[in-house]
């Protein structure tokens, strides 16, 4: 039996040993104990849901850094639906309040160390919050890991799970990762078929060489030359355009395995 202080009305809490989630009798806080200290729990509900998410990974696939068969060739595998346990350490530093929000699992999935929590939105969780079809993934390790790196003076940390969709997708052989933000919509991505950048220099290099060559026919022999330094340059912005140019958004194809709506 351990005892603490109820981080949300100070109240005295006992904790039988390998209990990681107690509630106050008094305020009816629930708190995560873990071997380094006590901390709120919270919850951030989902506000994107399963089809909004499938959206802005179609539209994210026809981004101008993407390959450009991307959109229409991407094939969705796999949507996991899921909670994902981080810490989230109030700290003043130096007078002024920081925040950090670490993963409290391990993973590879991008964007888990860059994951912002809106104060406002987030929920004190307890026994009346339902995470519907979720999957509230487990914590693999304490707050201690990450307290001795963080800078300043605790104030405040939080076991929050956070919404997120994981994506899996194929194109071209190859297996690839994107997660969205399930509060926000904003997708993490940190490898993914990227645009050929031979055209790019392509293009330059043709602009490049016609306005060259217009400026030093201009100094030369006549002005009427100086045209090509126009042409040079409609040229290139003519070229970049098509090369850049995100396709039409289409509809998202139905997702094998998936339910809708």
């Not at 802005?56 to 346990?85: D, G, H, Q, V």
């Not at 790019?200 to 400026?215: D, K, N, R, T």
């Not at 340059?233 to 094998?256: I, M």
């Amino acid at each position: 039996m351990s005892s603490f202080s109820c981080p949300k009305c100070g109240a005295p809490v006992s904790a039988e040993t390998g209990i990681h989630f107690i509630n106050c009798k008094y305020c009816g806080t629930t708190a995560f104990v873990d071997r380094s200290g006590v901390m709120f729990y919270y919850v951030l509900p989902f506000f994107v849901d399963e089809e909004k998410a499938k959206g802005i990974f179609r539209r994210w696939t026809a981004n101008p850094k993407a390959n450009k068969e991307l959109e229409s060739k991407a094939k969705i595998t796999e949507i996991k639906k899921e909670y994902f346990p981080v810490y989230q350490f109030r700290r003043d530093v130096d007078g002024r309040e920081k925040i950090y929000v670490k993963p409290a699992k391990g993973t590879v999935l991008p964007g888990m160390s860059q994951l912002i929590i809106p104060a406002g939105d987030i929920k004190i969780y307890d026994e009346k919050f339902n995470p519907g079809d979720a999957v509230a993934l487990d914590v693999d390790f304490g707050m201690d890991a990450y307290l001795p790196e963080l800078e300043g003076e605790g104030k405040e940390q939080a076991l929050v799970y956070f919404p997120i969709y994981e994506f899996n997708y194929e194109f071209e052989g190859m297996t690839y990762k994107a997660v969205i933000d399930g509060s926000s919509g904003k997708i993490y991505t940190d490898n993914f078929p990227t645009r050929s950048s031979v055209p790019y220099g392509l293009v330059a290099m043709a602009s490049f060489g016609i306005a060259f060559f217009g400026g030093l026919l201009g100094s030369l022999v006549s002005w009427i030359f100086y045209i090509l330094v126009v042409a040079g340059c409609l040229v290139g912005y003519h070229f970049a355009r098509q090369v850049t140019q995100v396709p039409k958004e289409q509809p998202a194809k139905a997702v094998k395995g998936v339910k809708n709506g």
